[in-house]
């Protein structure tokens, strides 16, 4: 049984079609990228699996279970398994980085305060930030918010990370350290969907590759095959491009 | 204007009037938090209100920010009466202020609701908080920043506008210098007196105010 099933997935911001018949399915523990090229829907998708954006139409089915958006109950249930890392962040500014990190965990999930502080210590001392505890997202760098980002969605033990371009703000060095966690995340069968630009990086950490244009899954496949021999038009034209551009 | 001023008369009426600016104070204290309390529910109500509640809260709203002040104490001393409630001159005056505030600042603080980032109501919600711990977590802390200056002047506002308590008969500064000039019919004097314990009220409460803001901002003035 996959761990999270997608079926024929339309979604719209107003009466504006961005998604349209995305379908795919990931087993336990599998990590696959979305590329494509900008505006194509990454994270519309991912806005619509933790229940941002209603879909219009199709399943969600996690673990067995449909997925229902209109219900508090079942979104709750989902958000209790998924976490995500937004493109843009989203730190909470009025709180402080650990805050940041603990305020779910502590306030939603009522777990114990002093054991939540004391693994997201440890967690942000992985990404780097041991020293930045008591620091504001506004005191922080691009890369550095990025890292809290990535620290407050794993200090909420999900079952499925959803990861939108996590290594966009990170120089290489740093894009290493992320990759080892996700590595690491990866040997404990955590399931991810991904989303990335950086093309060494899918290589590496997925095991499947899915293409996304105009809204639409275009060809899936191995990072080996969609990199290296490409199908259809629109995936050779889309590598060609990327590998020029590298 | 042959005027001989005498403030050596009106000495005696100076403990009076200091206790007076202290109920003035305490007046404009208990309203603000209560009208602070009905601002927060009633912008809570605008933003994620189903139909109805909305229109309660906007009819509320409308009611008491197109009529004056004075009328609405008027009708709750004067009018309420007529159907069996009842309030002292106080309660009356607490009640009208307090009501009266409270529809500004649900104006004002639903402007603070709109403008939370959207980016941080997304990752709250992700994460599964309720709108309640939305509003606590998320929402208010922003409001407090962000809108601290506009809330301080309503604060100061209404320091002000507790004067309307004399009206009423209540012992508050403005009140005791009516009566002090009933007495006296030194009433340059009084009020000159009185004018600046005004101004005294306020500049201690922007001084506060301030100290309030530095202590709770003061390291994050800039991020905003
Ligand atoms: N809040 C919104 N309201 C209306 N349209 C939106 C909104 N967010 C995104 N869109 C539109 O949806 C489409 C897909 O956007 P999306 O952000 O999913 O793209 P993306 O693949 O993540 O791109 P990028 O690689 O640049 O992040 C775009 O055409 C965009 O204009
Ligand atoms: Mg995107």
């Known amino acids: 049984m996959p761990h999270l099933e997608i079926t024929n997935l339309d979604a719209a911001y107003k009466s504006q079609p961005v998604l349209s018949g995305v379908s795919l399915s990931v087993e336990k523990g599998e990590v696959v990228s979305l590329i494509g090229p900008s505006g194509s829907g ?104 990025q890292r809290v980002a990535i620290a407050r969605a794993l200090a909420l033990r999900p079952e499925i990370l959803l990861l939108d371009e996590v290594t966009s703000a990170l120089d290489p060095e740093l894009v290493q350290e992320v990759l080892d966690i996700i590595r690491l995340l990866v040997g404990e069968g955590m399931t991810m969907l991904v989303v990335s630009h950086e093309m060494g990086f899918v290589r590496e950490v997925s095991s499947r590759v899915a293409l996304m244009s105009a809204g639409a899954i275009v060809e899936i496949g191995s990072p080996a095959q969609i990199f290296d021999a490409p199908k259809t038009e629109r995936a050779k034209d889309f590598v060609a491009k990327i590998l020029r551009a590298h | 204007m042959q005027y001989t001023f005498q403030f050596g008369q009106i000495t005696r009426y100076l403990p009076d009037l200091l206790a007076g600016a202290l109920i003035s ?107 309640l711990q939305l509003v606590r977590y998320i929402i208010v802390p922003h409001i407090a920043r962000v809108l601290f200056p506009p809330i301080s002047n309503k604060f100061i506002l209404m320091v002000l506008g507790t004067a309307v308590a004399g009206v009423f008969g209540v012992e508050d500064l403005m009140g005791r210098t009516i009566n002090a000039n009933a007495e006296s019919f030194r009433a340059i004097e009084l009020l000159s007196v009185t004018a600046c314990l005004y101004v ?25």
């Not at chain 2, 005294?200 to 991020?223: K, N, Y």
């Open chain 1, 42 to 145: 990454k994270s519309t998708l991912l806005r619509v699996l933790v229940g941002l954006l209603p879909p219009r139409k199709g399943t969600v089915v996690l673990d067995g279970t449909p997925v229902d958006y209109s219900d508090q109950r079942s979104l709750r249930a989902l958000r209790d398994r998924c976490a995500i890392v937004f493109q843009q962040f989203n730190l909470f500014r009025n709180m402080d980085v650990l805050r940041n990190v603990t305020i779910a965990p502590v306030k939603i999930k009522k777990r114990d305060r002093r054991e939540v502080e004391a693994e997201a210590e440890a967690l942000l001392a992985k990404v780097g930030l041991g020293d930045k505890l008591r620091a504001y997202p506004s005191e922080l760098s691009g890369g550095q918010q």
């Open chain 2, 25 to 131: 104070l305490e007046i404009a204290f208990v309203c603000f938090w209560g009208a602070l309390l009905i601002g927060l529910l009633g912008a809570m109500a605008l933003h994620f209100g189903g139909v109805w509640t909305r229109r309660v809260a906007r009819a509320y709203v409308a009611c008491f920010t197109n009529t004056p002040g004075l009328v609405q104490i008027y009708f709750i001393y004067f009018a309420l009466p007529e159907f069996g409630i009842l309030f002292s001159s106080l309660q009356a005056v607490i009640i009208g202020i307090t009501l009266n505030a409270g529809g500004y600042l649900t104006l004002i603080l639903k402007s603070g609701f709109l403008s939370v980032h959207r980016n941080e109501l997304d990752a709250a919600e992700v994460m599964g908080m309720s709108r």
């Open chain 2, 200 to 224: 005294a009220m306020t500049i201690l409460a922007t001084l506060v105010l301030a100290a309030v803001s530095l202590l709770c901002f003061g390291r994050r003035r800039s991020s905003i």
